[in-house]
């Protein structure tokens, strides 16, 4: 498993599309072999799609894995037609055309699959002593998770994580997927170094590959292992802090307009509320002054004992008083509507 799981990630990806380090032949076919384990075309058609995949990412019908065209797509639905934006010409992979071996690879692609799922893989488990076992386990089960941890990348990397060195791509950095991908989940890294040969490159950041890639360095096996300096990383990684900061202060810019939007337009609420309020009380305080009057009139009245006249103006008084009455529950009731609507202005309305 880490055999296929390497050969494609330090192989077919690091060593092979990137260029990000050099290897010993031995090394470089010992990987090939590794790769050719995975069932995941021959490094020809890998390569040349993965460099079409760096140049064109996102683009809909360009990029063969495009992730705007959907998870599915992206995830393996590219491989199951034949797509135009599958086809390649091989002119992005000049460089290795003249490596014989990996000419050889893929010209006789079937026969190599055969050698080493069909004959490598049922010999070792010849040797354990488990045949059926290696090639159930170490054959099908392997294909089917090696496949699906590959197509992630192409994926789950594009739609899921964090951005946190550019954002004019889909890629983004996963920890999770780093895990089930041999460390190459730091996809939004990778996307704008991709010529570094690591991928989480932090010391933390778990990253096999790299460290593969590094050991093998320490025994000579591999050299000249491309690095971006920390100072440009950095760079990156500051201008897209500032471009985030950026987009959130216009965002708050905007919700201050309108809240204070808004706090006007309250303002205005409050202050036809406050006059409305004076008029009433001014309008119930003369009503009020009318009924006193009345009330004093009657008074005088009942001194002056007009008894006939008192019997016939008690009646109309009584009317009179009646609608008074009226006029007062009619103001009371609107106070009453003022209120509630002062109820309704927010409290923090300041
Ligand atoms: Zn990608
Ligand atoms: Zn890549």
């Not at 026969?111 to 488990?130: E, H, K, Q, S, Y």
């Amino acid at each position: 498993m880490a055999w296929t799981g390497l050969g494609i990630t330090a192989g077919y990806h690091r060593l092979l599309s990137h260029r990000a380090y050099k290897a010993h032949p031995f090394v470089k076919n010992f990987l090939l072999v590794g790769a050719t384990f995975a069932i995941q075309s021959s490094a020809f058609d890998w390569c040349s799609g993965h460099r079409t995949h760096h140049k064109f990412v996102d683009d809909e019908y360009k990029d063969p894995y495009s992730a705007r065209r959907g998870f599915l797509f992206s995830h393996l639905g590219w491989m199951l037609r034949n797509y135009p934006s599958s086809q390649f010409d091989y002119k992005n992979i000049a460089d290795l055309k003249k490596d014989k071996i990996l000419c050889h690879q893929h010209k006789y692609y079937g026969l190599w699959i055969v050698a080493t799922n069909l004959v490598m893989l049922p010999l070792i488990g010849w040797l354990v002593g488990d045949i059926w076992g290696v090639m159930v386990l170490a054959g099908l089960l392997r294909l089917v998770l090696t496949h699906h941890f590959t197509f992630f990348i192409n994926s789950l990397c594009h739609m899921f994580g964090s951005r946190p060195y550019t954002d004019s791509n889909t890629a983004r950095d996963n920890f999770l997927l780093a895990l089930f991908t041999w460390g190459e989940g730091y996809h939004n890294y990778h996307h704008y170094f991709e010529h570094d040969y690591r991928n989480g490159i932090k010391w933390w950041q778990y990253d096999p590959t790299k460290w593969l890639i590094f050991s093998l360095s320490k025994l000579h096996l591999v050299s000249k292992l491309k690095r971006v300096d920390d100072a440009t990383i950095k760079k990156a990684q500051l201008e897209m802090r500032f471009k985030r900061t950026q987009t959130k202060l216009k965002k708050i810019e905007e919700f201050l307009a309108i809240v204070n939007a808004k706090r006007d337009n309250l303002r205005t609420e409050f202050e036809e509320l406050k006059t409305r309020v004076t008029q009433e009380r001014l309008a119930f305080q003369q009503t009020m002054e009318e009924w006193q009057a009345l009330k004093k009139q009657q008074m005088e009245m009942k001194r002056a004992k007009f008894s006939e006249r008192l019997q016939n103006a008690d009646e109309k008084m009584k009317e009179q008083f009646q609608q008074m009455e009226n006029k007062i529950i009619y103001h009371s009731q609107q106070f009453e509507k003022t209120f509630k609507q002062l109820r309704l202005v927010p409290v923090a309305v300041k």
